[in-house]
């Protein structure tokens, strides 16, 4: 037995009502269950009993055996004394509190199938336990639980950015240039794009903004992708040279410490997505007058985000992915898929942030609807989830699905999730052991 899985029974009453009966007190009639704590302190806050004719408020405790009570150290503990009821599975103590009260203990019977079905679950080796089966929960039901999660997922995200922007003393437009510049990098060169943004602050580059070339000077020289042991065959190369020699002013003016150019990876990405590639794409959307979060304010809907971020190297890489190395024509535009990558984990999270911290609700509704109307993502686990039978509709939905799969679905979490927790509850035994380890 697992204490989640009595949680989960208290907290949906998935239990037979008229088993609850302490030994001496009598049979228990539970009025409400009471609040999830999720925090410390007993597990369910204003809990309504009804005992021998007499209405109890309180709290509820619960442990696999009654004798756990005392291996937690409640026993010694004040914050307990308004525990009323203590559920047990199994009943092998009598329990005091602090304040020396015997506690109300009582065992729920259930449905064995549901122990089955969460047994089944927690144990199958597939990553999604749901797979095949999703298709049996209500779709009205599924659709709220994501609309839920993806919520859950922004205000995440709302946290995590509010760490940078309190790092930035409150600047939006760094605090944007920093997001939009590690998902440049997408999942590979993330970090070394993070590393350039810390190293190379967004006021030195709006001094130059006016300026292109000494732009890209900035950036690819603080990236550490002009050290010439990088690039052998770029030593006669005019625009390598170009930039170097801007670089050397820029850098002795600015004191800037490039990153380790070794860092950057190459392999085994297309030469569009090559960091030489993107960092130009960055400085052009960076060299312009006007902050990048200004004109993000600016844009009322998808499309106008999209010219905004749709970005394009410079000419030297319509013929080059790397410098001194010249290839066939290679457009060096920023692809929609990968504009929308940076609208879905930079721009809209952070209008979301905009809109809490200036407390304007229109603005988390705008970051929302950017969403729900950029196409899901392509990726491995909306493939998953496609495959288990739950194709999402938009970006919204697929960013769900992606906070479903890392704090959920990897950690078998299935009670914690209205698709499985539904599943689970169905009251029979959903499939048979030996058809777990069958699945794809």
Same mark, same amino acid.
């Given at each position: 037995?697992?204490? +989640? ?5 208290? #907290? ?5 009502? !008229?088993?609850?009966?302490? %030994? ?23 809990? *309504?009993?009804?005992?021998?004719? @007499? ?26 004394? $308004? ?16 304040? !020396? ?30 797979? !095949?089966?999703?298709?049996? @929960? ?16 922004? +205000? ?11 790092? @930035? ?37 709006? #001094? ?44 002795? #003016? ?18 569009? $997505? ?19 979060? =200004? *004109? ?9 985000? *999209? ?37 879905? $984990? ?56 992606? +906070?479903?799969?890392?704090? %959920? ?8 999730? @209205? ?7 169905? !009251?029979? #035994?959903?499939?048979? =052991?030996?058809?777990?380890?069958? +699945?794809?």
């Amino acid at each position: 037995m697992k204490e +989640e899985f009595l949680h989960w029974l208290w #907290k949906n009453l998935f239990f037979d009502g !008229g088993s609850l009966c302490d %030994r001496e007190a009598g049979p228990i009639e539970v009025i409400t269950p009471g609040v999830y704590n999720r925090d410390s302190g007993p597990d369910f806050f204003n809990t *309504r009993l009804v005992i021998g004719g @007499t209405e109890w408020a309180g709290n509820t405790e619960i442990h696999v055996s009654a004798s756990d009570w005392y291996r937690h150290g409640h026993h010694t503990d004040h914050a307990y004394d $308004n525990v009323i009821l203590h559920l047990v599975h199994n009943e092998d103590a009598d329990v005091y509190t602090a304040s !020396g009260r015997r506690l109300i203990t009582a065992r729920p019977f259930f449905d064995p199938a549901l122990w089955e079905n969460y047994i089944d679950f927690v144990n199958n080796p597939s990553p999604l336990a749901c797979s !095949g089966l999703i298709g049996m @929960t209500d779709g009205f039901r599924v659709k709220h639980w994501l609309w839920t999660v993806a919520v859950e997922r922004l +205000e995440r995200k709302h946290d995590e950015i509010r760490e940078i922007l309190s790092r @930035t003393g409150n600047d939006w437009e760094e605090t944007l240039y920093r997001l939009v510049s590690r998902y440049f990098g997408f999942r590979v060169n993330t970090d070394p794009f993070e590393m350039l943004a810390s190293r190379l602050p967004l006021k030195i580059i709006r #001094k130059h903004a006016d300026n292109l070339l000494q732009v890209e000077a900035l950036l690819f020289g603080t990236a550490g992708l002009l050290d010439e042991a990088l690039f052998r065959e770029a030593v006669n190369d005019g625009y390598y040279l170009l930039l170097s020699r801007e670089y050397r002013v820029l850098r002795t #003016k600015y004191s800037l410490q490039p990153v380790d150019g070794w860092l950057w990876k190459f392999h085994r990405l297309r030469p569009a $997505n090559f960091p030489t590639v993107r960092l130009s794409q960055l400085a052009a959307l960076l060299a312009h007058s006007d902050g990048l979060f =200004s *004109r993000v304010l600016d844009c009322r809907d998808r499309e106008s985000l *999209r010219a905004l971020l749709s970005v394009s190297a410079s000419p030297y890489w319509n013929s080059h992915y790397q410098f001194g190395r010249e290839v066939p024509f290679m457009a060096g535009r920023a692809g929609k898929q990968s504009v929308d990558l940076l609208i879905i $984990n930079a721009v809209a999270p952070l209008l979301f942030v905009y809109g809490k911290v200036r407390q304007q609700q229109e603005w988390c509704d705008r970051a929302v609807e950017i969403l729900d109307s950029l196409p899901p993502e392509e990726n491995s686990v909306v493939t998953d989830f496609a495959k288990a039978g739950l194709r999402p509709k938009s970006a919204f939905a697929s960013q769900a699905l992606i +906070e479903l799969r890392n704090l %959920r679905c990897r950690f078998h979490r299935c009670l914690d999730c @209205t698709i499985g927790s539904s599943l689970i509850a169905m !009251g029979q #035994k959903i499939r048979k =052991s030996d058809s777990l380890f069958l +699945e794809p």
